[in-house]
């Protein structure tokens, strides 16, 4: 398992990850297209994969600017490896490395993704019109994550 920094290149593999996962599922599968990732690619924001076998496996997105996780989603096919954990961790300590103070996120209710979000330390704040669980970590919770 390698996790390297997302490249525009990449961008075709981490959209089919998107479409292929079973929870969080986009309700109009146009609301993210494959030029949407070019934007949060560039910097100041930031993405990452993870590749087993030299196939692209998973993939993380945050969002400087808004100070949000844009997108953290593994193949189903790869899901319970620990991937989704790798690039969470790697997102997450890059992300208050660069001195922010707090960052967000949404998530189904009722998910294996809620879960996994509360597990890792962030916190629920409140809810999105669209029903998503707003969480938020802040960098003095860095430490809770294992």
């Avoid at 100070?67 to 989603?73: D, I, M, P």
């Avoid at 809620?114 to 430490?143: C, P, T």
Wanted: aromatic share 10%.
């Amino acid at each position: 398992m390698k996790i390297r920094e997302a490249q525009i290149e990449d961008i075709s593999a981490m959209h089919r990850i998107r479409m292929a996962v079973k929870e969080n599922v986009l309700t109009n599968p146009l609301a993210v297209q494959e030029s949407d990732y070019e934007l949060y690619l560039s910097p100041p924001n930031k993405g990452w994969v993870c590749e087993v076998a030299d196939q692209i496996v998973g993939f993380s997105i945050v969002d400087t600017e808004e100070r949000e996780v844009w997108a953290l989603f593994v193949n189903p096919l790869f899901e319970g490896r620990g991937i989704g954990a790798r690039l969470h961790d790697v997102m997450v300590t890059w992300y208050f490395s660069q001195d922010k103070t707090e960052l967000i996120l949404g998530t189904e209710p009722g998910t294996r993704a809620e879960g996994f979000y509360l597990h890792k330390g962030w916190v629920a704040i409140g809810q999105k019109s669209n029903g998503e669980i707003i969480f938020k970590m802040q960098r003095k919770d860095l430490h809770l994550l294992s």
